[in-house]
Each structure stands twice: as structure tokens, then as C-alpha cells.
């Protein structure tokens, strides 16, 4: 009986292991996201004539 409860401890800590690892991955791919929305920079175009030439 004890080797059945440590065989069942082991797997609920690599089940809550492989959540934490999925949470954590979820939650970096979720900040990359967010910030590549944030930071994006559009295209240097337009009102090309909106300051005067030097001499």
C-alpha cells in the first residue's frame, strides 16, 4: 500500500508540476503578445512635405 501512495503522490506533483509550466508559458506568450500590440510602429510614411527643406 505504501509504494501505491507514493506512486500517487508522485504523479499529483508531476500533474500540478506540468500546470505550473503550462500556466507560466501561457502567461509569457500572453505578455509577448500584448506587448508586440503595444509597441508596434507603424510605417514612416505620409506628410513627407510637412517641414521645409534646408538650403
Request: no cysteine; glycine share 4%.
Amino acid at each position: 500500500m505504501l509504494e501505491y501512495e507514493m506512486a500517487a503522490a508522485r504523479s499529483a506533483d508531476l500533474i500540478r508540476e506540468a500546470d505550473r509550466y503550462r500556466r507560466i508559458r501561457e502567461a509569457r506568450e500572453a505578455n509577448r503578445a500584448s506587448s508586440r500590440s503595444q509597441d508596434r510602429e507603424g510605417p514612416v510614411r505620409g506628410n513627407r512635405n510637412r517641414f521645409t527643406r534646408a538650403a
